[in-house]
Structure formats: structure tokens, C-alpha cells
């Protein structure tokens, strides 16, 4: 199941712990997520699997890395640091 394969990969649980906490979003876990191409249901499961989040914070990260994914491959960037719009930045 892709969940448990990329849970289990300590790498990608690195990647996206550090997401989680707080630092600069990374390119890296929109890859992972982008090869896999998950579901909704399953970024939720590894989201609220890798950061102890509660169900409420994880459905919105997974929306969220969901959109971005989207957005990337229609040449698209999120920017986290951005105080206002525009957000998105293009790559």
C-alpha cells in the first residue's frame, strides 16, 4: 500500500516532519507525493501517520500538499513565506 511505503521510508518521514514543524516548505515532499500520485484519503493517512496531527489539522495539510501538487505541474510554486498575495509564484 503506497501509505505504509512512504511512511515507512525514514527519508521521507525526515522531509516531512520538518514540513510539519514549522520550517520553509520543501520541494521534496511535493515529489513524493507527485510520483505516488495520492489520494486526498491517503496524504491525510501519511500526514496524520508521520506528525501525530489531529484529524482536523491533517484533512487541511492534505488539502493543501494536494493544491500544490496541482499547481506545480501547471508550472506553479507555493511561497509559506509570503505575508500577502500573490502566493503562488511561478518556477
Do not use: H, T
Not at 11 to 35: T, Y
Not at 44 to 68: G, H
Not at 74 to 82: C, R, S, T
Request: glycine share 4%; proline share 2%.
Amino acid at each position: 500500500m503506497k501509505v505504509l511505503l512512504l511512511s515507512q521510508n525514514k527519508e521521507n518521514i525526515n522531509i516531512i516532519s520538518k514540513i510539519f514543524k514549522g520550517s520553509e516548505f520543501m520541494l521534496e515532499v511535493l515529489q513524493i507525493f507527485d510520483r505516488l500520485d495520492s489520494s486526498l484519503e491517503n496524504i491525510k493517512l501519511i500526514i496524520l501517520d508521520i506528525c501525530n496531527m489531529d484529524i482536523e489539522k491533517a484533512s487541511y495539510y492534505a488539502d493543501f500538499l494536494k493544491k500544490s501538487v496541482i499547481w506545480r505541474r501547471q508550472g506553479f510554486y507555493y511561497n509559506l513565506l509570503a505575508k500577502k498575495p500573490p502566493y503562488l509564484f511561478r518556477g
